[in-house]
């Protein structure tokens, strides 16, 4: 099964308005990611943060993480119709040999 | 291309038909992964090779899967006799050497009818 679940499912917004989806996840991890995936396409690596880090910014996005609740939450802002598509947290944790994926947000930016 | 591919992009399959999905990494990287990712779900982690060894099989879901990669570069994940429920998109994805920088290929997606 996988490591963590997002929420929302779905998330609709209007272009320019800012959009946040949680990641929850159950083992203690090294480093989070966030990746988008494109209808059709593979996945896109967005952002790190380490497990000792709180949040982190990249551009539009901006990234916290509280290991303490074993959750994270990505917020893009200004939002773009471009920014439509699926978005994932993963996680990797000492002695796996291989990411854990969330359940994923499908983002929907109406122009 | 300085990417991961796969091919074939597509594939369909008759149910207990073999399949064989391709997967060429970026040059160089000495890990890759092979991952399931079913529709409307995140991907599943299926097998990881350190060159040409696979360290770790612990997801593949039964021994109709097998997955090589001989000189260390390409790797090829076969499925025997397919059933219904292998119809997924297959991601490939390859690092230098960690686990978390991983490069995504853009998935083969396999119908089984």
């Known amino acids: 099964s996988q490591q963590g679940e997002e929420d929302p499912q779905a998330l609709s917004i209007q272009e320019g308005e800012n959009a946040t989806m949680n990641c929850s996840y159950k083992t203690s991890i090294n480093n989070l990611q966030w990746y988008r995936q494109n209808s059709g396409r593979g996945l896109v690596h967005l952002i790190l943060?380490?497990?000792?880090?709180r949040e982190k910014h990249s551009g539009r996005l901006r990234v916290t993480l509280d290991t303490s609740k074993k959750s994270s939450s990505l917020l893009i802002t200004a939002s773009r119709a471009a920014d439509t598509a699926s978005y994932f947290c993963a996680t990797d944790s000492t002695g796996a040999n291989n990411l854990f994926f969330g359940t994923g947000t499908r983002l929907t930016v109406i122009p | 291309g300085a990417g991961v591919s796969q091919s074939p992009r597509y594939k369909v399959a008759k149910r207990g038909q073999d399949v064989a999905l391709r997967c060429d990494p970026i040059s160089g990287h000495v890990s890759l992964f092979w991952y399931q990712q079913a529709l409307g779900q995140g991907p599943e982690f299926l097998t990881y090779?350190?060159?040409?060894?696979?360290?770790?099989k612990s997801g593949l879901p039964s021994d109709r899967f097998f997955a090589e990669r001989p000189e260390g570069s390409v790797s090829t994940l076969k499925i025997q006799r397919t059933q219904q429920e292998d119809s997924a998109v297959y991601l490939c994805a390859s690092s230098v050497i960690t686990v978390y920088e991983q490069y995504f290929g853009p998935g083969t997606r396999l119908t089984v009818t």
């Open positions: 090779f350190q060159n040409e060894a696979q360290l770790d």
């Open positions: 943060i380490r497990s000792n880090e």
